[in-house]
């Protein structure tokens, strides 16, 4: 008995095994997949909201398209641009960054990597292997400020808006114009809940800004807050009055208590982005989603339907049409 | 020798630990390390950004052991900070034209200067008044966070960004980045903090005021009865702490964004504290854990990123024992030498 071919021999069959499962996984990996990098603001994936909807777009890709994903959530503001970068080094094929915090971060990497796509979610980068994901919120507000005045029994309609920035407002503006087409004496009072990133996440102070408001006579709040809408949600059920959700379809969360909710896709623009980019038909430049193509909308199913008679679905689809079709203009506060 | 070996065994426990926690989690602690080790070594770019997350570090390491030399704990180093990044972002905002060096020297001394007054606050208030420096560090840390959001939104709001930012310094101020890095933004601040701690050095071994801080910190009324004014001592101490920590808004502001940003720190603040105790309190042991915890820091968002199970928040519970066992060994030595006291 000689054990030492033997042993040989074993080894080298243990070798040639090996670099057979090399040559099947690198062979799977470069034919099967088309890798799409996801980067999630510091809200994560579980806000139920802007976030958890960008999720939900790239899953369903995952499971439709049959790409490879992964998903990230920064652990800092400087965070974001290693990130972006790990993934362009790596063979990832399509970049997504998601909320306007990544804009510097996604120009800066994208100049460096040219021949990597990209896409952003509310942000416009000029670059040619960027694709700037940007939505109507103003229209979406529009329609689910009529609806509030449709519905508000006391002529009064309230606004709790998450942080302070422009996009907040322009929710804003568009959701007055709205409830003002209806009703021209309606009162539209707004309220937001910080002025740091912290305010998207603050649901006591949502609530306390929507106690007020219900306190004062207002009968319809709408939530553009992140995760502090929730805290309105709370108010709405403790003073038996209506709230309406925002970006996700929110109405399963207190079901009779949410009157609708402004739905803004982000799960369909990254969904979109995605099976583009995967057929070879990625486009750069600005994509904007209004009410025309349901980027923007607003929620029926069966958790609000008994809140929304036929005479109000009517005539928020008529405003619909009439915005889709360019006789309304609704104000838009970036163009202010 | 127990004094290098003790920190390093803490830092072995408390990643046994964590590589424990992964492989529960499933995945290999092997591969775990390997990540963690390419994450903040792997390449020029990588090492560059471990370094730029340990910049922060050696300043806010050195703004809890200068005080911990004196027998002051620094919660406060977060507030420094802020104050510091923000006064150096404010001239840059308000005076954007100003020529090259003499730019972000003035930039500099704001930053030192902000962060020295609030540092000096809690140390007067515990000098004068004994109100302790724990519960007033913390409290001015909100008070920053306060006083930064309202100077940066109300008063120098970038017009053209939805981010809660000043609108960006002028070009004059930007320092130096190191190119080797491959664009991580490594910047002259490295150096700086590096002859902060040369500095802290001389200043606690070499200088009569350094061995009175010591004094003080070992055995106040022994350094009483030695002639040595404690109250002075601890103002003293505190102030150099804040002004070290309102360093750290050189490398964000004129080394790395240009302007100030709400929310740009991870916390290097707290976990300062953490890097100082590692460092058992010595400037070379602050250099040392600080690189460690940038790799940390850095190798967090890898991890996330190239495993299946790591996600954030196990990354987080790494460090956290790394800084749980870490702590434990200072409390340890802490007591000890409170009871032969």
């Known amino acids: ?336 | 020798m127990r004094k290098v070996l003790q920190p390093i065994l803490a830092v072995a426990l408390g990643l046994a630990l964590g590589l424990g926690v992964t492989r529960i989690a499933g995945e290999s602690p092997w591969h775990v390390l390997q990540i963690l080790w390419r994450s903040a070594f792997g390449s020029n770019y990588d090492f560059g950004m471990t370094l730029f997350y340990s910049t922060p570090l050696i300043l806010t390491g050195l703004a809890v052991a200068v005080p911990f030399q004196a027998g002051l704990f620094n919660i406060g180093a977060e507030g420094q900070l802020t104050l510091g990044a923000l006064a150096a972002a404010a001239v840059g905002a308000l005076w954007p034209v100003m020529p090259w060096p003499l730019a972000p020297v003035l930039a500099t001394l704001a930053a030192i200067l902000a962060g020295t007054v609030w540092g000096a606050i809690p140390g007067w208030l515990r000098a004068r008044r004994g109100s302790h420096e724990v519960i007033n560090t913390i409290m001015l840390n909100f008070i920053a966070a306060g006083l930064a959001s309202y100077v940066t939104l109300y008063l120098l709001k970038n017009p053209d960004s939805q981010n809660p930012e000043t609108r960006p310094i002028g070009a004059g101020y930007l320092i130096h980045q190191f190119g080797v890095f491959g664009g991580a933004p490594v910047s002259l601040a490295l150096p700086l903090a590096v002859m902060a701690a040369v500095l802290v050095w001389i200043l606690l071994w070499r200088t009569v005021l350094g061995y009175e801080m010591r004094a003080v910190g070992q055995s106040e009324p022994a350094a009483r009865a030695a002639g040595i004014n404690p109250g002075r001592i601890r103002i003293i101490a505190m102030s150099v702490a804040g002004g070290l920590a309102g360093l750290v808004g050189v490398g964000e502001v004129l080394g790395n964004a240009g302007k100030f940003r709400l929310g740009f720190s991870p916390e290097y603040g707290f976990i300062g504290i953490a890097v100082a105790l590692l460092g058992r309190n010595q400037p070379v042991g602050v250099v040392a854990s600080a690189l460690l915890f940038g790799a940390l820091h850095k190798g967090a968002a890898d991890l996330d990123l190239e495993t299946e199970h790591v996600t954030r928040e196990l990354s987080l519970i790494l460090q956290a024992l790394i800084i749980l066992s870490v702590s434990a060994e200072g409390l340890w030595s802490w007591m000890k030498k409170r009871r032969e006291a």
């Open chain 1, 1 to 336: 008995m000689r054990p030492f071919p033997d042993a040989c021999l074993r080894k080298c069959g243990r070798t040639a095994l090996l670099w057979m499962a090399v040559l099947v996984f690198s062979l799977s990996s470069a034919f099967a997949d088309f890798k799409v990098g996801l980067v999630l603001d510091r809200g994560g994936k579980d806000d139920k909201s802007f976030n958890a909807s960008a999720y939900e777009g790239a899953m369903k890709a995952k499971k439709e398209q049959g790409i490879f994903l992964k998903y990230v959530e920064a652990s800092d503001d400087n965070a974001f641009e290693p990130l972006l970068r790990a993934f362009a080094q790596k063979d990832f094929d399509l970049i997504i960054g998601i909320g306007f915090a990544q804009k510097e971060a996604i120009k800066k990497v994208a100049a460096q990597f040219p021949a990597k796509h990209f896409a952003i979610v509310d942000a416009d980068v000029n670059a040619p292997n960027v694709r700037s994901l940007l939505f109507e919120e103003h229209e979406g507000a529009y329609i689910v400020g009529a609806i509030a005045a449709l519905t508000s029994k006391t002529g009064k309609v309230g606004f709790v808006g998450g942080m302070d920035v422009p996009l907040i407002r322009r929710f804003e503006m568009g959701y007055e114009a709205g409830a003002k087409k209806i009703n021209p004496q309606i009162s539209v009072t707004p309220n937001f809940c910080g002025v740091t990133s912290e305010a998207w996440n603050n649901p006591p102070k949502g609530k306390e800004l929507a106690m007020v408001q219900y306190d004062g006579g207002v009968d319809v709040i709408f939530a553009a807050a992140g995760a502090s809408g929730f805290g309105v949600f709370d108010a709405a059920e403790e003073r038996k009055k209506l709230a309406i959700g925002c970006d996700s379809n929110q109405d399963w969360t207190k079901p009779g208590l949410i009157l609708t909710s402004m739905l803004k896709r982000v799960d369909l623009a990254v969904y979109t982005t995605i099976a583009e980019a995967k057929a070879g038909k990625f486009a750069a430049g600005p994509k904007r989603f209004g009410l025309a193509d349901k980027g923007v909308d607003y929620s029926i199913d069966q958790y609000n339907e008994k809140l929304l008679p036929d005479s109000v679905r009517q005539r928020a689809d008529e405003l619909k049409t009439e915005i889709i079709a360019g006789k309304i203009v609704v104000p838009d506060y970036y163009k202010k």
